[in-house]
């Protein structure tokens, strides 16, 4: 079962800030974030694997809550380059890295 | 260095002919993944690979799909008699897991129209 992005897309003004949510009704071993172009190949942002686990990518951060089963990827002070669609893909534990993508939230920075 | 690399980037196929997609991974990494994209969706996991065996088959949509990596590096995923459904992007994403983390990197992916 995949897991539920939100929101499904997102305008924003550059400098603004933004939250995408990435909810899942299985228990997961890790959170992978990627962010794709149009007609491009998704590129990894970033991976959070324990409970609670916050990183960061340039002014993008995420973090993992392990017991809601549930991860936001913040993106900070947003700049034109962030446009695109990020998906979250979750890995259940011993899953050999098989992921499961959410259906992606559009991201549209604008000047 | 290269990235994952995948051709061809399109292909054009009847209704009923058989297709061949190719992957060549990052030097070095010993995972390979399949998946298929379909238009405005995420990526829908196909087949795994951990060098040259084929460990999880379970997205393979149906036995019309076939992939192998003969040689642990190169690999090729065949669709036989190809259906208008089949239409859709296939990314390949190689890895070196390390520590446990499956850190996939993908390539541009082929984009199948069935006509």
């Known amino acids: 079962q995949q897991p539920v992005q939100s929101p499904q897309a997102v305008i924003l003004r550059e400098g603004e800030d933004a939250v995408i949510n990435c909810s899942s009704s299985?228990?997961?071993?890790?959170v992978h974030w990627y962010r794709q172009k149009h007609g491009e190949a998704p590129v990894f942002l970033m991976i959070?694997?324990?409970?609670?686990e916050q990183k960061g990518h340039e002014k993008i951060s995420a973090s993992f809550n392990e017991k809601k089963q549930q991860s936001s990827l913040y993106l900070t002070a947003s700049q034109l380059s962030y446009s695109g669609t990020y998906f979250c893909g979750t890995e259940k534990r011993g899953s050999w890295g098989k992921l499961q993508f959410g259906a992606g939230t559009q991201v549209v920075v604008t000047p | 260095g290269a990235g994952v690399s995948q051709s061809p980037r399109y292909k054009v196929a009847k209704r009923g002919q058989d297709v061949a997609l190719r992957c060549d991974p990052i030097s070095g990494h010993v995972s390979l993944f399949w998946y298929q994209q379909a238009l405005g969706q995420g990526p829908e996991f196909l087949t795994y690979f951990q060098n040259e065996a084929q460990l999880d088959k379970s997205g393979l949509p149906s036995d019309r799909f076939f992939a192998e990596r003969p040689e642990g590096s190169v690999s090729t995923l065949k669709i036989q008699r190809t259906q208008q459904e089949d239409s859709a992007v296939y990314l390949c994403?190689?890895?070196?897991?390390?520590?446990?983390?499956?850190?996939?990197?993908f390539g541009p992916g082929t984009r199948l129209t069935v006509t």
């Open positions: 299985k228990a997961l071993y890790s």
């Open positions: 959070l694997l324990k409970g609670g």
């Open positions: 994403a190689s890895s070196l897991p390390l520590l446990g983390l499956y850190e996939q990197y």
